[in-house]
């Protein structure tokens, strides 16, 4: 009756193993670090904005990887909020720590961000 009902649940059960793949992942840590920051600037050119990029050490709990990486921006609102979007909305797990705004002098892009990103990634 156990495996029945299993088996009753099979689609779920791969939806659920495919959504979550993104976060697993077997590379090297350096390698993950590269790709996040290859992620963050290929999300950034869709909507044309130049990041400045500052990845933070490399945090590790057991089985759980931290990307941090540090991301300073001058666009308009509206630039900054579709990468935002994409950047939130995406099939992977990314926490927006810390999100800093200020008007951006002398620039001509009226806003200026800083944010703390971070890309949990999880060992199988």
Known sequence: ERLSALANRKSYIEAAYQRDAGLRSNEPEERLQGLFLDELEQL?????????????????????????????????????????D????????????????SAAAASPHPLRANLLVTKVVVRP
């Open 44 to 84: 950034a050119g869709a909507g044309n904005l130049q990041l400045n990029l500052k990845p933070r050490l490399i945090q590790r709990d057991g089985s759980v990887i931290r990307l941090e990486v540090e991301v300073d921006a001058e666009a308009t609102q509206e630039v900054l909020l579709a990468f935002l």
């Open 86 to 101: 994409r950047l939130l909305t995406g099939p992977h797990l990314i926490e927006l720590e810390q999100l800093r705004l």
